[in-house]
């Protein structure tokens, strides 16, 4: 009976730490410009999947080391690796990104590959497929859904065109939502429309 209930002790004790698994959300889109196409990569990492630590008696800070690989094939045409801090605060709170990467036409693939650093054995990999096709004809560039927005005419990551666009890095709306917002843009609508 006494090992029975050991045994019990150990695995509760243990249960938060198996159960503890990084949950990210990434969404993209390529979008146009004058010089060239460029990738845009939205990522939330959830609070309760990453290890805050103490920065002193009130306050915690997290992170989550990020690799973003675009690969033809197996050759590396773009990366980036830093890691995603966490603001300071008082209580947990999921950690927000936006990368933008210039992309000439072409099929790729995106892997992106995050570790907590607090938790080495707490990690996820995202990968898929994508495409940049961008010409001189009419184009709907990839949808964005947006979890809200806002005017604003800062220097924001998450600032485009006089709007903070607050992105939703899955591709379905939240059970709560009551406005179902997005973004994107129409590009070289004049040579396809006449009067």
């Not at 196409?37 to 805050?52: R, T």
């Amino acid at each position: 009976m006494k090992t029975k209930l050991i045994s019990c002790a150990v695995i509760a004790a243990l249960l938060p730490f198996a159960a503890l698994a990084l949950d990210t959300g990434v969404s993209f889109a390529v979008y146009a410009t004058p010089a060239k196409p460029y990738l845009e990569i939205n990522i939330e990492i959830a609070a309760a999947s990453v290890n805050y630590k103490s920065v002193d008696s009130t306050h915690l800070q997290a992170g989550v080391e990020t690799l973003i690989l675009i690969k033809d094939g197996e050759r590396v045409v773009n990366y980036e690796k830093y890691v995603l801090l966490s603001p300071v605060v008082e209580w947990p709170e999921n950690l927000l990104d936006a990368k933008r990467f210039a992309l000439a036409n072409g099929q790729y693939t995106l892997e992106i590959s995050f570790q907590d650093i607090n938790d080495p054995e707490n990690k996820d990999t995202y990968t898929a497929p994508l495409i940049v096709d961008i010409s001189d004809r009419m184009y709907l560039a990839d949808v964005q859904l947006l979890r809200g927005f806002r005017p604003d005419q800062s220097d924001s990551p998450f600032s485009k065109n006089g709007f903070y666009l607050e992105p939703l890095p899955f591709n379905f709306y939240e059970a709560g939502a009551v406005l179902l917002a997005f973004y994107t843009e129409i590009y070289h609508s004049d040579k396809a429309i006449t009067d």
